[in-house]
């Protein structure tokens, strides 16, 4: 007796397991996500001075070597500043390999990358809520609200019934 190809809550058609439409859009989505964060990444270089000048909105010493020279003041003084550059591109590169691993265990039906998602969605949820309320340049500010869309989406479609009956372990 032959058995169908996959689990339990997925259906086969001509012997391939269908991915319903609910996982294909949620597996966008993260690419989306992935997307915006490449496209931070990238503005955070091209940014870099403007992100400076809101970081030193909140130090008043840094504030005063802006003003006596400019970012190239700031950056000889000896004041630390945020390195900003680096942590957008490690970000990027952990956001983008995370994204490709959970993503082909969430289409294989994996029940515990549905949750990893999950998880992540909702930490990038609270990062974008924290750093919205910084004083960040607007096009930043537009693209945590874009990102804080997808991820809301995400999680729709991740507890979606149709996921939940294709990741569901019986």
Known sequence: MDEEPGRAGQEAVAGRVVVPRSVTTAISLVWGTVAISGVTALLT???RDDLVRAWARDNPDA????????????DNSSITVPSFIPLAVTSFAII?????VLSAFLR????WARWCLVALAAFAMFTTFVSVNR?????????????????????WFLFHADTRRYVRVE
């Open 63 to 74: 504030m005063e070597q802006l003003r006596a020279g400019g970012i190239e003041a700031l």
């Open 108 to 111: 294989g039906g994996h029940n």
């Open 135 to 155: 004083g960040l340049p607007l096009v930043f500010v537009l693209l945590a609200t874009l990102s804080l869309v997808l991820q809301v989406a995400l999680l």
């Open 45 to 47: 270089w091209l940014l």
């Open 96 to 100: 983008a390999a995370m994204a490709l």
